[in-house]
């Protein structure tokens, strides 16, 4: 029988690549974020089912999950999210800090608990978190967004715990540097700042490597529960140590 998943953050990055590796491994799709246009173009594609929502306004998630509940649903998979600033603490803008939490803490509890009692009605599912290795460790500049992905992580440890006995399966992804289209533009505000993220490193991940983990995780047998996959480039062995190769000065 064909499964069908709910992926958000699908506009873009590590959640569109999630929903074409889907599809491609036989999976329906109904795909979210909030801008309609690219969720379309998506579909066009893929031949996903789409529903823009703003997950930090109720009414709205309202509306998505019954969107969702039209069919059977047996996976909800969390991308959206994001950083905004890489503020030190002294100098923390509180609107950033809200917005981050808003986006990746509130929405995705919110969506969480309301599709629970979908992957129930469907006999268990899994539900699958893409936190951040920002959710494992700091770094300066980090605190807003560190904040934010640990306390995602932790929805999905303590969710973990409360479904024990349950047939649902709750995953953690925690990728590290990964050059998506818009993260790193969203977070520092232009095009040249984001470039400067990556410079010099060989082979940062792609969000197809992070598409392919949670794939292969959704697709293990049902008894196996992948906790947690932390999934980093070679050149990064941790939120500060990022090997980079000396750029060539042109001229
Ligand atoms: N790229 C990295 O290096 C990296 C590393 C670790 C973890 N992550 C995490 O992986 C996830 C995806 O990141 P990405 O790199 O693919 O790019 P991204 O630009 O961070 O993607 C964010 C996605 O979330 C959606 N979104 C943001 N706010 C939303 C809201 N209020 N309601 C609904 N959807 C919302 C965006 O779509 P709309 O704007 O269309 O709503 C977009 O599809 C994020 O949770 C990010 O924190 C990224």
């Given at each position: 029988m064909t499964k069908r998943a709910l992926v958000s953050g699908?506009?873009?990055?590590i959640g569109a690549a999630t929903v074409r590796a889907l599809i491609a491994d036989g999976w329906q799709v109904l795909a979210t974020a909030r801008r309609a246009e690219r969720l379309e173009a998506l579909a066009a594609e893929t031949g996903c089912e789409w529903a823009a929502a703003d997950l930090t306004v109720r009414e709205e998630v309202e509306a998505l999950v019954t969107a969702a509940a039209q069919a059977e649903l047996n996976a909800v998979v969390h991308v959206a999210g994001g950083a905004l600033g890489v503020d030190r603490v002294e100098d923390a803008d509180l609107d950033r800090w809200r917005t981050m939490y808003e986006r990746n803490v509130i929405g995705t509890v919110d969506l969480t608990r309301r599709t629970l009692p979908l992957l129930r009605a469907a006999g268990g599912g899994d539900v699958v978190f893409v936190t951040s290795t920002a959710g494992q460790a700091t770094y300066p500049g980090g605190a807003g967004y560190v904040a934010a992905k640990h306390a995602e992580k932790q929805i999905a440890t303590t969710l973990r715990l409360e479904l024990g006995g349950e047939p649902i399966r709750v995953i953690e992804i925690a990728p590290g540097m990964v050059k998506t289209e818009e993260f790193s533009l969203n977070r520092l505000g232009s095009a040249e700042a984001a470039d400067d993220v990556y410079a010099g490193v060989e082979e940062p991940l792609v969000a197809e490597d992070i598409a392919e983990a949670i794939r292969w995780s959704l697709g293990m047998?049902?008894?196996?529960?992948?906790?947690l996959m932390v999934v980093r480039p070679v050149?990064?062995?941790?939120?500060?140590a990022v090997a980079r190769q000396p750029l060539r000065v042109k001229g």
């Amino acid at each position: 029988m064909t499964k069908r998943a709910l992926v958000s953050g699908a506009s873009t990055g590590i959640g569109a690549a999630t929903v074409r590796a889907l599809i491609a491994d036989g999976w329906q799709v109904l795909a979210t974020a909030r801008r309609a246009e690219r969720l379309e173009a998506l579909a066009a594609e893929t031949g996903c089912e789409w529903a823009a929502a703003d997950l930090t306004v109720r009414e709205e998630v309202e509306a998505l999950v019954t969107a969702a509940a039209q069919a059977e649903l047996n996976a909800v998979v969390h991308v959206a999210g994001g950083a905004l600033g890489v503020d030190r603490v002294e100098d923390a803008d509180l609107d950033r800090w809200r917005t981050m939490y808003e986006r990746n803490v509130i929405g995705t509890v919110d969506l969480t608990r309301r599709t629970l009692p979908l992957l129930r009605a469907a006999g268990g599912g899994d539900v699958v978190f893409v936190t951040s290795t920002a959710g494992q460790a700091t770094y300066p500049g980090g605190a807003g967004y560190v904040a934010a992905k640990h306390a995602e992580k932790q929805i999905a440890t303590t969710l973990r715990l409360e479904l024990g006995g349950e047939p649902i399966r709750v995953i953690e992804i925690a990728p590290g540097m990964v050059k998506t289209e818009e993260f790193s533009l969203n977070r520092l505000g232009s095009a040249e700042a984001a470039d400067d993220v990556y410079a010099g490193v060989e082979e940062p991940l792609v969000a197809e490597d992070i598409a392919e983990a949670i794939r292969w995780s959704l697709g293990m047998p049902s008894h196996v529960n992948v906790d947690l996959m932390v999934v980093r480039p070679v050149a990064q062995s941790s939120n500060t140590a990022v090997a980079r190769q000396p750029l060539r000065v042109k001229g």
